[in-house]
């Protein structure tokens, strides 16, 4: 799975129960996949003006602090209402309207029932220790929820999961690998002073530019 495919796949479960946590029991495939190509978007233009903000601010290290994450949800309108620069300029203070009003919403129902939906929080009547959920990432818990054994190692050596480690892949004769084969194969093959130096072997002879049935 591609890069951009396997992002799209990632965005799709937390979509879905955002979309269930407002209430939504079913949608269409394409409405899937459009709000998940739009969420994409989006997160690219936080991203990028996060990185543009962080190497204009302090571009001797220009690693992203959250006032870079500030100003780049300024930038894509995510903070409203807000006040312009001159205009906090004018009245003397900043505007935290918009900052305040983004943290209201995370502390509010309305996340946390995105929250409940996705694993995250315990529902009523749980009986699970709530410090366990918060340590876990998004990633951790959605695996551990549609895994049916548990285990870490369905996922060993993919994107999701731990490296695998290397082992040697032994070629048939004892060859330790493809390079030592390969030597040995040129070491085998004869040499004459009319053989062909680039290594590329001729066409057999039984093989013509006639075309064939197939």
């Known amino acids: 799975m591609s890069g951009p495919n396997l ?3 990632l965005l799709r479960p937390p979509i879905i129960q955002i979309l269930r946590a407002q209430g939504f029991h079913s ?5 899937l996949e459009s709000l998940a190509d739009l969420t994409a978007r989006y997160i690219m233009i936080l991203a990028k003006a996060t990185t543009t903000h962080a190497h204009n601010s302090h571009p001797e290290e220009p690693t992203p ?3 870079d994450v500030y100003q780049a949800l300024q930038d894509a309108g995510a903070l409203r209402p807000q006040l312009r620069e001159w205009e906090e ?3 003397g203070e900043e505007d935290l309207r918009g ?3 983004l943290i209201e919403w ?3 129902p309305a996340h946390h029932e995105i929250l409940r939906i996705a694993g995250r929080v315990p529902s009523e009547g749980d009986m699970v220790d709530p410090d366990a959920i918060e340590k876990e990432d998004f990633l951790t818990a959605l695996k551990k929820k549609h895994s049916k054994t548990g285990e870490e190692s369905r996922y060993a050596g993919t994107v999701l999961g731990k490296s695998a480690e290397e082992h040697p ?3 048939d004769g004892g060859a330790p690998s493809i390079r030592d084969w390969g030597q040995q194969i040129r070491s085998r093959a004869p040499t004459s002073p009319n053989s062909d ?3 590329v072997s001729s066409a057999p002879s039984q093989l013509s530019e006639e075309p064939m049935e197939v």
């Open 89 to 91: 300029d004018w009245a």
């Open 197 to 199: 130096s680039s290594g």
């Open 106 to 108: 995370i502390k509010g």
């Open 169 to 171: 892949i032994i070629i």
């Open 99 to 101: 900052l305040e009003s």
């Open 65 to 67: 602090a959250l006032e």
């Open 7 to 9: 992002h799209i796949a």
């Open 27 to 31: 949608t269409k495939p394409s409405v």
